[in-house]
């Protein structure tokens, strides 16, 4: 849930895959979310790195495709962060 925060002062993000012990859960929402926000995505599957860079993040209506609270958090702090949008208001 770090990545948005990070990505919206930093604009960039590299990371390790990772998890905890509680099971699976998908990343893909959080990812999927950032691309909608303006970011590019690239998984290096080699390495098992992923990459997140973002020069403008910009507030957009989005419908996750999974309930995810991680998942809204990380989004709304990214965009929170980012270029306000009028218009999604």
Do not use: C, W
């Not at 925060?5 to 859960?25: C, E, H, Q, T």
């Not at 999927?32 to 973002?54: H, P, R, S, T, W």
């Amino acid at each position: 849930m770090i990545i948005g925060p990070l990505l919206a002062r930093f604009g960039k993000v590299n990371s390790k895959a990772g998890g905890d012990m509680i099971g699976r859960r998908r990343l893909d929402t959080h990812f999927i979310g950032f691309e909608k926000l303006g970011a590019n995505f690239n998984f290096d599957v080699k390495e098992n790195i992923y990459q997140v860079e973002a020069n403008n993040l910009k507030g957009t209506y989005m419908l996750l495709d999974e309930a995810s609270v991680t998942g809204t958090a990380n989004l709304v702090m990214a965009a929170g962060n980012g270029k306000r949008n009028n218009n999604a208001l």
